[in-house]
């Protein structure tokens, strides 16, 4: 198959969600068009943003970090030791790598060392893992980026991730999610800051083909915590619709971001609250409540210690 | 006894290696893995392959999945 574009060199990366094949070369185009367009639609980023990158070890995140970097946004990288037995040090060992091949050095928050690290935490409130890590990790995007003086935090979510949570929201018919689901999350004053998605256009496949071909050395194995991820069986399901009609994903997404659709309409719920973010009386951080989630979490945390401390050991 | 060389398809996420007759496209080798595409780069070395492209016996490929959860 030869690329469709320059109609010379064979083809690497096959899209039948755009009736398109690629060479390595011009697929670099293609994909980095794509994420630009994403950014200049939404408007997501400026040139004068300072953007801090949460990166994981996966592809997404390193790439989104590559691009942004060959863009020319002035970044740096955020990595989370998420304190899990083995997958934690190989994904940072992944982060720290790249990083220094860029001639950049990550800002690294422990989770151990904050006293809070996600098996543990899960085990003490007896809630989901991949629950307490986006609340934890939440938390600590938004601290970094206001402590930092960064004026923009950017995730590596894309448009598999973005499409398996919209179907999610609308099976569970989730009003008050879906009208916060959106690849931009303004900032606001009391120091939330602003959140975006810039690889919201472009798909899982073609996020791999594009680290692989640049020879960005991701985490490939899943993270241990995340096998039961309700997510997974949405993206199974949207990708075996995607098997049988390629394009649906970013038509069923585009569809859902257009200003015009009512879902996009719907006032916030009761937590998000309206107007603007009170100070977190235990850590000044920016919520809705009095406590803000990660403080009631770690205290839920340090009271089951406390608990199985005083039963002693079994 | 003559053993005929095959295809090794390596898929390394799931520690699994199958040993398939060729030539066969790449397509035909992940319908016989029970892998679907749209989930999966394949690679051959420092290549990337296409789905229609056609694999020769003796060659080994690696099927990463692209899937994350959480």
Redesign the interface.
Known sequence: ?KCKRCRRAE????LPSHHA?FC?DCFFVFFRRQVTEGIRKLRLLSPGDRVLVCVSG???SLVLWDVLMDEGYETEGLYIDLGIDGYSGRSKEKVLAYAASRGKTPIVVELAKEGIPIPEAARCVRMQE?SV?GTVKRYFFNRVAAEGKFTVVATGHNL??ETARLLGNLLHWQRDHLARQHPLLPGEEGGLVRKVKPLWRVS??E???YG??K?IDYV????P???D?T??VY??AL??I??RMPGTRIVFYKGFLDPSNPLRNEPAGEEEGTGAPQACASCGAPTYAETCSYCRMRERVRNARSLRAARGPR | MYNAPMITVRL??KQKELEIPGPRRVMDLLAEAGV??????V?QG????????RVEDGATIDV???????
Request: glycine share 4%; charged share 30%.
């Open positions: 198959m083809a690497a990366v096959d094949a390595p996966g592809k997404d991949c890590c598999d991730d899982e496949v996020t791999a083909a692989f071909l020879a490939t194995e899943e993270c915590m995340s096998f991820a997510s997974l993206k199974e990708s075996r995607e098997d | 390394p996420q679907r595409p749209t989930t999966v780069i690679t420092r290549k990337l392959l296409t789905k229609d492209h990463i999945s692209v899937v994350s959860g959480g």
